[in-house]
């Protein structure tokens, strides 16, 4: 079985612009959480959709913005971009909302790189 | 805010020691999860610990969770080049998110 697949794997931006990164959940999961980590921190959480409403939100910008479709997939959108945008973009998945118990399955991420 | 401290930030150890990486917090968690990462993937679930005081082993890692639920450790015997990565720690206060600590960057080298 597929794992979590994101792509573009890598990308590069300048400031201003817009990016658009995509996950495909693992088959059967039905929530999708996205995650920013920056070089050399932890993952810090952004959006957690569960049954294509949005369950969860950390502490971004309204320039974050992501949706879940109708196949579970999801896309994590930023506008006007920033040099600190730069990071590491991981999806989760998992078959569950809550994650207290479960186990979340992460992608290799999306690297962008703003100039 | 609930944050996770992980300390050493950065492990070099030769083959064969051992080595414990702490994860502390001021904030009482439901539950709490260490991951590893490689350079170029995403991180991968090791173990979740759920009860105050449990302890967990798997092979030559051993976790632990504070009486209190505050903080963890992980002790890893005997390292080996390939236990190289990030570790993470993640606590769980209910709901949706996951909140991750620091890391530690461990490098196991001949």
């Known amino acids: 079985d597929a794992g979590v697949t994101q792509s573009p794997t890598h990308l590069i931006k300048t400031r201003g612009q817009q990016v658009t990164l995509r996950c495909s959940p693992i088959s059967g999961h039905k929530s999708v959480s996205w995650y920013q980590q920056v070089l050399g921190q932890g993952p810090q959480f952004i959006f957690q959709?569960?049954?294509?409403?949005?369950?969860g939100r950390g502490n971004f910008p309204d320039r974050f913005s992501a949706r879940q479709f109708p196949n579970y997939s999801s896309e994590l959108n930023v506008n006007a971009l920033l040099l600190g945008d730069s990071a590491l973009y991981l999806c989760?998945?998992?078959?569950?909302?809550?994650?207290?118990?479960?186990?979340?399955?992460f992608g290799e991420g999306s690297r962008l790189t703003v100039l | 805010t609930q944050l996770l401290e992980q300390s050493p930030q950065f492990l070099s150890i030769q083959e064969g020691e051992n080595l414990t990486v702490y994860c502390n917090s001021s904030s009482v968690f439901s539950s709490l999860q260490w991951y590893r990462q490689e350079p170029g993937e995403g991180p991968v679930l090791l173990v979740t610990?759920?009860?105050?005081?449990e302890v967990k082993k798997l092979k030559r890692l051993t976790f632990q969770f504070g009486d209190a639920r505050k903080d963890s450790s992980l002790h890893i015997t005997a390292a080996q080049p390939g236990d190289t990565g990030l570790y993470l720690c993640?606590?769980?206060?209910?709901?949706?998110?996951?909140?991750f600590g620091t890391g530690t960057q461990l490098k196991v080298e001949l």
């Open positions: 993640a606590g769980t206060g209910g709901g949706n998110k996951l909140t």
């Open positions: 959709y569960y049954e294509k409403e949005e369950r």
């Open positions: 610990v759920v009860t105050g005081g």
């Open positions: 989760a998945s998992s078959f569950l909302q809550g994650t207290n118990t479960g186990e979340l399955f």
